[in-house]
Each structure stands twice: as C-alpha cells, then as structure tokens.
C-alpha cells in the first residue's frame, strides 16, 4: 500500500504525451492551447479615450484657462482628428482616438457644458488623465497566451481580438470509461431489487466533458473470460482506460489480475487513503494509461478529481493552483490514513471556510449533491480543529 503522496508522484510521473489539433477559436473553450498566441498590433493600438468629455491641450489648463471653445467631437471608430486650436477642445467618447494635439480628458461630471463650451469645475487635474495608452498593455509582438493555457472565455476573448479564427489546441487521449459488474443495468431499465443503474461512468464521463475531453462508456459483466476479450479489445483503440469496480479482494473482483494478464504493469494497488483505498494504477509498454477505481460513488469521484483531472492537466502543461479552505467545525474520525472529507466551502470574512458534510459513506453519492469538493486530512491524526487549514479539491464552482 502506499500514501497519498507517493500515489500521486507516481501518476504525475507518468504523464501522457497529447497531439495537438486546430479548431476555430470559438470551440477552443475549456480546451487547452498548444501554441504562443502574439500581439498583432499595440494593445490598445492607439491613445484610446478612457472616458466621455472633453479632450484638451494640458498645457491650457495649467496656464489658467477654464473654458474652452468646443472644435469638434471624436466619437469611436472615427479616424483621428485634430485640435487646431490648443485654446479650445474636442469631445470625446469613451473609446475614441485621441484627437492630435490633445493629452488630457476631463470627463463630463468635471464640466459644465453651454452653448458649445466647456467650462472646467474641478481644480484636480492631471496631465494624461482618462486615457489608455498605446501599447500600455502589451506591444506589438509581445506574448500574450502560452502553451498550457487553459482557454476560458476571458481567453477566447484575446483570440479574437489578435484575429487568431483558428488555433492549436492539445488534443486530449482517446479515453474508455469502463464499469463492472453483474449488478448494474442500464439507466432505461427498471432494476430488479438486487440492481442498480449505472452511474459512476456518466459522473466520469460528464467530469471530463467540462474539461473539453471526451470518454466513451463500457460496461463488463464479472466473467474474467469475457472480461479479458473485452478489455483487450479496448485497449487496442483507446490510450486511457478508466475503470469503477472490481478491485478490491472479493471473489469477483477481476479487475487487477485481468489488467496485468494484458500487459498492463501495475505501479500500485491500494492506497493509504479515504475513500478509495483500493484504487489501482498501471501502464502498458505501448503507453496506455490505467486508472481502475473503486466502485463506491464516492471513490470513483474522489479519484478523479484527486489524480486523474490533475494528471490530465499537467500533461498538456496546465499549472494548477494549489487550493486551502479553513475547517469551520471541529472534525474527528478514526483511522491512520488520509482522510478526504466531503465539505460545503463558502467565503466568510475574506476566508475559504469548509463545512464538514460526510454523508454516509463513500456508497452515499446522493450527499454529493450538498457539498462543493473533498479537504484533504493528513494521515496519521483522528481529530481536526476548527481554524485549521488543509488542501482542497473542488468539483463545483461557488
């Protein structure tokens, strides 16, 4: 058995290799770039007007003149214009080119406009005020994006405004999700008492959606015959395999000894850790990649969220952030393992607090529904004080 930790640097030191693809940048969101993304011009490209009002000759107001003469209005997407008289001024609109001539914008709650003048009201003015720089925020030629972004919409943003209609992106492994098990059904079928509707690979499979990775969904009874056919067959088209159920030490548990009869080489069978201890990971020669996760529902999710999202990530080059949340209430169980604790985390006072909600059991994938992620205890302690702070994996946004 090994720990949390030692699982997690022998997952992350077997990282996959992704191809790369090109898409039109409107479905690159949630997608990760494969490639540097350039300024194609200053940013912005001009002086660009930061505020409506009046554009004036800084050096007027500051020899003592307060009214001036309106010349004329720059509205935006207008070719610059110019001021030909430095006593006077140009109106100006949010966005515009800043005429010629001009270095300094007065907004209108500063002014007092009649009959095609404008007097100043404020006595605080600065040269260069309200106006956005050329190339303050990025020059021409300078990177905007690097490869690992993950592309979200602030991003899908930036692509457009550089003209970039078509990008690389890395195109995540071809992925089974695979259950066993005798007991599961259909979700069209009406279960008899002593069956249940499959779930665990839909709540995989929608968990890699949102990461813009697809996984195409299997289902094995617990014949190890059958069982070796079927995932010979799918390890031959697919580069990531994702088990839930079968791994654990009962009779029917084929999973581990089906695997390895492939070729798939164990790098470790039961983790240190709640729920999920009998987790198993392996690769193949030919560079597949095996995830086999218990069946429990909450297992299954933890894992995911825990190594397999992670590793998916670092393998395009994402830097994930490293998250904490401050345990609200005093939390206790028994056991020296890691302990990852089902909580509901909201923002009280500027802090990310963590309130324990275990549910019933890694089989209680129902309280998955009033908790947002997983704090992770550290092994080896029974009791956790409230105003303590510990790592945390989240799985919905708040």
Known sequence: MVSVAEASSIVFGHLSRHSVKTVPFQEAVNCVL????????????????????????????????????????QPAGVPQKTLEDGANCFEVMTGAVLPINTDTVIRYEDLDIKNGTASITTDSIIKGQNIHSQGKDAPL????????????????????????????IFDFPAAAIVASGDELVDVEAAPELHQIRRSNTYAIQAAMKMLGWEGTVFHLMDDKDKM?????????????????????????????AVLEQIGITKLFHTVNQRPGKPFWFGVSKGGITVFALPGNPVSTYMCFYRYIKPWLLKSAGVRSDHLEAVLAKDFAFSGALTYFLQVMVRVDNGKLMAYPDPGGGSGDFANLKNVTGFLELPANRNNFIAGETFSYIPFRTI
Not at 154 to 168: D, S, W
Not at 228 to 253: C, M, N, Q, Y
């Open 34 to 73: 494969a490639e540097n993304i350039l300024a194609d011009r200053d940013f912005p490209p001009f002086n660009r007007v930061a505020m409506d009002g009046i554009a004036i000759r800084f050096e007027a107001w500051a020899m003592g003149r307060l009214t001036f003469l309106i010349e004329g209005l």
């Open 228 to 256: 070796i056919t079927d995932l010979k067959r799918i390890a031959e088209s697919f580069k990531v395999i994702i088990l839930s159920g079968g791994v654990s030490k009962g009779k029917f548990d084929f999973v581990p």
């Open 141 to 168: 030629g300078s990177v905007l994006l690097e490869p690992g972004t993950l592309l979200l919409p602030a991003e899908v943003a930036l692509l457009a405004a550089v003209g970039k209609h078509k990008v690389q």
